[in-house]
């Protein structure tokens, strides 16, 4: 028995041996990486991530990045890619040691990172042991996560800024509950900087051959300043940014019975807000047009959310409704009754095969219509993507300013968008003494950020 103790007191002694060698590592790979942005919030991070690398690439900083959304990737300075590899395809916050260790290695000037965190706890975690981040991107405050982080949306304030650094700067673009941010950044001396999305032009939106929004690149504008990037060389590293593989999407298809459809891929904003906020920059944009179809995708994990995409059919009014995956009955349960009947095409099942599905739904569908994706994009919507993409696509009509995202499987480069826009007029970088985006801040307004890059 004796013996039995001896082995258990050594071996816990060498865990935590290795676990404090680890730590030492992991800190010494930190150190060499002054710069670290650390990109939380509900919806938007990995754009925003993308975006804010690209800018600092743009400026001549040496730039790693990695993104955690649709398909997790690991960017290059050199802003190739590639997947990050898990074990048993689960993503777990330990990763970003060797993320960290991976970037370091380059000796890069900044680090972009988004947050894979969810539970509190996790999120402080990964503030304060994995990156230490010395600028935070709190890009907003939506409905989601709410078992985690909940239950209101106060309390999911509260959580997402746990990634505050402490003594640091902050980067925000929430407005509905800033008064809580300014309060979690006081308590964590953390500067707070809060951009306004009107001070990105439509003109300089149109860069973009993909969809983006104006709080996304206020953002990534407000950090590359605080690096001493200036704006119009930072909206140049983002037009050259590659979009991440979930970027919102329109795609033109013809039926095998000569339909022709708009079909918008809004599965990414799969909470309420985001997903009309989508939907309608898409309509205002001309990207989609009426008759309006919609596709919601269920999943048994995400009843709350199946039921908040059945409450929002109002506000999409859709001529057809059609409900996939499963538990459907927790999305048609969240339809008003008067827009249920005779609108909601129920195709709901976990096993149903994708090809029945896809001829199932563009069977309902009209001559010429649009059809909008949103909910969960695991399970059936996946099959249904896949199977909907072999369709030939319709270039009879006059082009979308969309730009194809990168396929979402793996692959080790990703060059230069082909058929980009035609960027607008940008004057050469100028010695001007402030030449960071316009911003408000938390902070006196005559309070002084100058742009450095150095560690904050």
Not at 424 to 440: D, G, K, Q, R, T
Request: hydrophobic share 40%; glycine share 8%; aromatic share 4%.
């Amino acid at each position: 028995m004796l013996f039995l103790y001896v082995v258990l007191l050594l071996s816990c002694a060498a865990l935590v041996v290795a676990g404090v060698l680890e730590q030492r590592r992991h800190y010494a790979a930190l150190a060499q990486i002054p710069t670290r942005v650390l990109v939380n919030g509900i919806r938007g991070k990995s754009s925003i991530t993308r975006l804010c690398a690209g800018a600092l690439r743009g400026g001549g900083l040496v730039t790693v990045a990695k993104t955690t959304g649709t398909a997790a990737r690991f960017i290059h300075p050199d802003a190739t890619e590639e997947p990050v590899y898990r074990k048993l395809g689960i993503a777990n916050v330990v990763e970003q040691i060797g993320i960290v260790r991976r970037a370091a290695a380059y000796r890069p000037d900044a680090l972009v990172i988004e947050c894979m965190a969810v539970m509190p706890a996790l999120q402080e975690i990964n503030q304060e042991k994995l990156i230490r981040s010395t600028i935070g991107v709190l890009c907003n405050v939506r409905e989601d996560h709410l078992a985690e982080m909940g239950p209101t949306l106060d309390d999911v304030a509260r959580s997402l800024s746990r990634s505050m650094p402490v003594g640091g700067v902050c980067v925000t673009a929430e407005r509905e509950r800033l008064h809580l941010l300014k309060e979690e950044a006081a308590k964590r001396r953390c500067r707070l900087i809060v951009v306004d999305p009107e001070s990105v032009t439509d003109e300089e939106l149109r860069g973009f051959s993909w969809f983006t929004f104006k709080e996304n690149v206020a953002i990534a504008l407000a950090v590359a300043g605080l690096l001493g990037v200036d704006r119009a060389t930072a909206l140049r590293g983002m037009w050259d940014a590659p979009p991440d593989p979930g970027v919102l999407s329109v795609e033109r298809y013809r039926t095998p019975d000569g339909k022709r459809l708009r079909f918008a891929n809004v599965f990414a904003a799969n909470d309420p807000e985001s997903t009309l906020m989508n939907v309608r920059q898409l309509e205002e944009l001309g990207a989609i047009r009426r008759p309006l179809n919609v596709v919601i995708n269920c999943r048994p994990d995400r009843v709350e959310r199946n039921g908040q995409m059945g409450a929002i059919v109002p506000d999409l009014a859709p001529q057809r409704v059609f409900l996939i995956g499963h538990p459907t009955r927790s999305a048609h349960d969240g339809i008003p009754s008067e827009w249920a009947s005779g609108r909601v095409v129920d195709l709901g099942g976990d096993r149903r095969d994708g090809q029945e599905l896809t001829r199932a739904i563009l069977a309902e569908l009209g001559p010429d219509s649009s059809l909008v994706a949103v909910g969960n994009i695991h399970g059936q919507g996946e099959l249904f993507l896949e199977h909907l993409g072999k369709l030939p696509s319709d270039d009879g009509d006059e082009p979308v300013a969309v730009a194809h995202p990168p396929e979402p499987e793996p692959y080790s480069w990703v060059g230069p968008l082909n058929g980009r826009r035609r960027r607008p007029h940008l004057s050469s970088p100028s010695p001007s003494p402030n030449p960071a985006p316009s911003l408000s801040s938390a902070a006196p307004a005559d309070a002084p950020y100058p742009p450095t890059r150095n560690p904050l």
